[in-house]
Every structure is written in structure tokens, then in C-alpha cells.
């Protein structure tokens, strides 16, 4: 089970940037846009600077002046409350204009976008007398009774070609798709577009992080996918270990300093207290460092490192000697 979470928002805010490229000199795309001075915010915005031009992406052919996207991970719900808060936070955006109707209603558009299609949503707001369309595939237009122009954009159901990047925001992904994705990274030109490139591909392999593992298992994984998978899974593997010591170091410090406290306050209450307190400070800094290694060695061997691997990593990190390290890994 995974302990980092995903960081869902930010791949999709990276790849909006790359789906919207064609026409990115036109707009201004801001993410997390903060609504007022309370915690309100919307996952994207996306503004032409000229309310003229047509979006040459199908999921911007909807786009008007000022765009709200409200995007959903697939560990969360898409539900009839949260239509109803896109709504909600475009009508407070509305309001929010440098003077009173700066912001015209009928320039306002709403993108709900999720992995998986939300049938209890669509079959709701078909009872509530909602029109549903479907102009282009995994994309739904929701018109009738709303306040703006609304679609649904489910990514699993978007062409592979052309959506790419919001296809591959997801757990379920295949290993042709994986490949085609790696392949569609290296073939970028352009800093930018490299630099959101790699916020998606980091997210994709993240989240897919079993399938890969059980890919290179049965022997099929291309050459190019293994050696992103073996590149990408040894940031993670470090950035684990680094956390893991981390947090051992520190348990271990807070712990050891309350023993040592603890023990300092009982002997100084017979020999001082002013001595006993800096004995237990001294004693309890090094029952820290003393358990504090203990936990990144445990952290270490969890992780299925060997000794000789464990002893080279905890020597560097906390200098101590050859006889030391062993009488830590031994103990363990």
C-alpha cells in the first residue's frame, strides 16, 4: 500500500498546460485560483485573453471568456453536491470582478473532469430534466437549467491520441498507453513543455506503480519504458528512505529526550537539579541518536536492503565506526 500520496491537482494543472498548448500565447491559465481571502479555491482557471478565439482542443471547443475546472482524482467522487459547488464557486467568481458586473454571467463556462464516468450524476440530472449531449467522445454537455454552459469530461473515454496527457491521470493504465506516453515525453521540444510533461509521466508512474512492477515481472515491458521505470521507482525508493530516516531520527531524538529528561529530573532531584538536567539533556541526545538509527536501520532492512548495503548507508549518514554499525545491525 502506498504511504506518499499522489499529488492528483498538480499533474492535472500540468497536463491542462499540455492539452490547451496549441493555444497557450492566447490564454492565461492559473491554478488553484483563490476566490477570496477564505479557503475557497478553483482547481483551474483558464481565461482567454481574447474572448474571440476558438480553442483548437475539443475540450475547450466550449470555452468562453472565463473557464472553471474543477477537476476530481480518481479517489474522489463526482456527485450531484459537487455540480452544484462548480456552480456555486463560478457565481462567486462572477461576483468577484474589479466592478460591479465586470465579469459578464454569459461569459462563464464550468469543466467538471474525472477518470471514471459518474453514471449516478448523469442519471440524476437526467431525472431532474437536465439535456445531456455527447458531441465528442468522453465529453458530455449538460444544458437546460444551468447557470452556465456545463460538460463533463470523463478522461478514460477520450481519444488516446489527442488527450494523451489526461488519459494517463489514472491507476488504470495500460501498458501500451504507459509506452506511448514515455515515447509522446521524449519526442517534446521546449522547456516548458518538458517540465509538465514530467509533472504528468511523475503522477502516471506513481499511480501505476504495481502494474509496472508486475510488467517487468512477466517480461514484456519495452526498453525505453524499463528504463523510466527504473529511473522514476529509484527517486521514489530514495525519497522513501530519506523520509523514513528522517522521521526514525526524529522519534528517536523526542523519545530519548524525554527518557533522558526524565531520568536527568529524578537524579538531580538528589545530586541538583541544574546538574541532573543538563545529564539527562546529555543522556537523552544520546538515546536518540541511538534510536533514531535503530529505526533507519528498520526502515532499511523493511525495505529490503542488505547489511553490507545497510551498513555503507548508515555509517556516511551518522559517522560511526565499522564495530558500531554492526553492533547496531546485530541488535536489530
Not at 251 to 268: A, H, N, S
Request: net charge negative; proline share 2%; hydrophobic share 35%.
Amino acid at each position: 500500500m502506498r504511504d506518499t500520496k499522489i499529488q492528483w491537482h498538480p499533474g492535472f494543472a500540468a497536463a491542462m498546460g499540455l492539452e490547451l498548448a496549441e493555444n497557450r500565447d492566447d490564454l492565461i491559465i492559473q491554478k488553484e485560483f483563490n476566490l477570496n481571502t477564505k479557503p475557497l479555491e478553483i482547481d483551474l482557471l483558464v481565461i482567454k485573453k481574447n474572448s474571440d478565439i476558438r480553442i483548437d482542443n475539443e475540450i475547450g471547443h466550449i470555452f468562453k471568456g472565463h473557464n472553471i475546472m474543477e477537476y476530481k482524482s480518481p479517489e474522489d467522487h463526482l456527485n450531484i453536491d459537487t455540480f452544484y459547488k462548480a456552480a456555486a464557486y463560478a457565481c462567486l467568481y462572477k461576483s468577484c470582478g474589479a466592478k460591479v458586473d465586470a465579469i459578464k454571467a454569459d461569459d462563464i463556462t464550468v469543466s467538471l473532469v474525472r477518470d471514471i464516468k459518474p453514471l449516478g450524476l448523469l442519471q440524476y440530472l437526467k431525472k431532474q430534466g437536465f439535456l445531456i449531449t455527447n458531441p465528442y467522445r468522453g465529453i458530455y454537455y449538460i444544458e437546460g437549467k444551468v447557470l452556465f454552459p456545463t460538460q463533463i469530461v470523463v478522461t478514460r473515454e477520450l481519444g488516446e491520441d489527442i488527450h494523451i496527457w489526461l488519459r494517463a491521470l489514472s491507476e488504470k493504465i495500460s501498458m501500451q498507453e504507459m509506452e506511448a506516453l514515455v515515447e509522446k515525453v521524449r519526442e517534446l521540444e521546449g522547456k516548458l513543455n518538458r517540465e509538465l510533461a514530467d509533472s504528468v509521466l511523475e503522477v502516471s508512474i506513481q499511480a501505476n506503480e504495481w502494474r509496472m512492477e508486475e510488467w517487468k515481472g512477466e517480461g514484456n515491458m519495452g526498453p525505453a519504458l524499463m528504463r523510466v521505470m527504473k529511473t522514476e521507482l529509484e527517486v521514489f525508493k530514495k525519497e522513501a528512505i530519506q523520509k523514513g530516516m528522517e522521521k526514525g531520527m526524529q522519534e528517536g531524538l523526542q523519545e530519548g529526550m524525554k527518557q533522558g529528561i526524565q531520568e536527568g529530573m529524578q537524579q538531580g532531584l538528589q545530586e541538583g537539579m541544574k546538574q541532573g538536567i543538563q545529564e539527562g539533556m546529555q543522556q537523552g541526545l544520546q538515546e536518540g541518536m541511538q534510536q533514531g538509527m535503530q529505526k533507519s536501520i528498520e526502515i532499511l532492512q523493511d525495505l529490503g536492503y542488505e547489511s553490507g548495503k545497510i551498513a555503507r548507508i548508515v555509517k556516511e549518514k551518522y559517522n560511526l565506526t565499522d564495530e558500531e554499525i554492526r553492533r547496531y545491525i546485530d541488535e536489530k
